[in-house]
């Protein structure tokens, strides 16, 4: 019997290999019960190795008529026609593929076409448009330039006027400087005929006591000096108090009246807590002495003194203070520290105003301020405009005087105050000329 070729080519077994087993079996059965050991089918015919070789054998049914070899050109036929309509095929695709795409790039092109005559028409949509405001506009400046001509006397008339208005305000603007320039004039000479005449202010040098002028005496009487320091002491809230301490220290003398020069005016508190307790003063049947009345009278000159130059520069002062404010009833610590710290405060508002130097201001130093003021080599005098100081110094110089501020806004301080600067300044101003008018008469009935 043949084997089958197991390299799954077309070509026919060329060997059978028959086992001895088969042969054995071959002796014994019949011929109708042989199998096949290619196909493992009962066979009656069987093909020897050269007809297998050559392919010549047909199925072993009889439906299949044709041999292996016939099949085999059949199968080479078929291939080569399958070969040739391949390439018939292949060639007629190719030719369907290059329609298609020319037919694609036909109608990209025609989309693009399209796109083209939409942005033209869009284009030229636009530029119609265009054209149309550029005729407006065209209509109109021909239109303006048509006027034009006429309003060229106006122009020039209207840069006429501006010159004429240039030449005005530069007369104006120094009709104002030489007005200002008189009126500071005006107030620096109404400010030191108020100091000379109604408000005199100086500084008093320290007086030497009488223990003191002795000592070059070696036979000064000891038990005199003693008593007379006994004398000027007294004992008020646990502290020894003696009225010569405050004459070694320099002094700013308003009118008559003192004020200490280091701004300490911690007398008229102790001497309202000496009056309270029923202690006795050194001087108290002295009025003039009372280091209280002394204080109370300065603040109250000064306090006029502050009003009345407010009234002449025409500054609104941050605080309200009236004439008799130190001049009424005792007051207390408190009440008497934010008196003073208000008054303190409307003079350096003052000083700062009229450009003073701020290196030689101090917030508790009344007088000294007041005299820095009034110094025209150190303080732009009658001045009219706003501060030009540094707001760092100004919050300085006013933290000091913080603590004894009362607790209220600044809007209702500064509405209030106008009033002060209006009515009251005005009638001190009246009363101040009327001293001044009296004191002249005096004076040339004198003469």
């Given at each position: ?179 200002r320039k008189r009126l500071k004039k005006v107030i620096r000479t109404a400010a ?72 300490d005016y911690s007398a008229y508190s102790l001497w309202v807590a000496a009056s ?172």
């Amino acid at each position: 019997m043949a084997t089958s070729s197991s390299d799954g080519s077309y070509t026919a077994p060329a060997d059978f290999q028959l086992s001895s087993e088969l042969e054995d079996v071959s002796s014994r059965l019949s011929v109708n019960l042989l199998k096949c050991p290619l196909c493992h089918y009962s066979r009656r015919i069987f093909y020897c190795r050269q007809c297998v070789q050559n392919g010549d054998f047909v199925h072993s049914t009889s439906v299949y008529s044709e041999r292996f070899a016939d099949k085999q050109v059949r199968l080479l036929r078929l291939k080569a026609a399958r070969a040739l309509l391949e390439d018939k095929w292949t060639k007629i695709f190719e030719k369907h593929r290059q329609k298609d795409k020319l037919a694609c790039d036909i109608n990209t092109c025609k989309e693009r076409v399209r796109l083209l005559q939409s942005l033209i028409h869009e284009t030229k949509q636009s530029i119609n448009k265009g054209n149309e405001r550029l005729n407006i506009l065209k209509d109109a400046n021909s239109q303006i330039v048509q006027r034009l001509p006429r309003h060229e006397h106006r122009v020039e008339r209207v840069h006429e006027f501006i010159d004429d208005l240039k030449t005005k305000q530069d007369k104006q603007r120094g009709n104002v400087d030489r007005k200002r320039k008189r009126l500071k004039k005006v107030i620096r000479t109404a400010a030191r005929q108020l100091v000379q005449y109604i408000f005199p202010l100086c500084q008093v040098e320290p007086e030497r006591s009488f223990c003191n002028s002795d000592e070059e005496n070696p036979n000064a009487d000891v038990v005199t000096c003693a008593l007379a320091d006994a004398s000027g002491t007294s004992y008020v809230r646990g502290r020894w108090i003696s009225d010569s301490e405050n004459s070694l220290e320099m002094h700013h003398r308003i009118v008559a009246p003192t004020l200490p020069g280091s701004g300490d005016y911690s007398a008229y508190s102790l001497w309202v807590a000496a009056s309270k307790d029923g202690t006795p003063g050194a001087n108290k049947e002295n009025t003039m002495n009372n280091p209280a009345y002394n204080i109370s009278a300065a603040l109250t000159y000064a306090t006029q003194l502050v009003n009345v130059l407010a009234y002449y520069i025409n500054v609104r002062l941050p605080y309200k203070l009236t004439y008799g404010e130190f001049c009424g009833n005792e007051m207390s610590d408190q009440k008497f520290a934010r008196k003073v710290a208000r008054l303190n405060s409307n003079i350096l508002h003052l000083c700062f105003t009229q450009n003073t130097n701020v290196t030689v201001l101090h917030p508790m130093h009344t007088l000294q301020n007041l005299m820095h003021l009034l110094n025209t080599e150190i303080s732009d005098l009658g001045r009219i405009g706003p501060m030009e100081v540094d707001p760092s110094i100004v919050e300085k110089l006013h933290n000091q005087l913080t603590s004894d501020l009362e607790n209220s806004t600044m809007a209702s301080q500064q509405s209030s105050s106008i009033h002060v600067n209006q009515s009251v300044a005005g009638g001190l101003v009246t009363s101040a000329a009327a001293s001044i008018a009296s004191i002249w008469r005096g004076w040339t009935t004198n003469r």
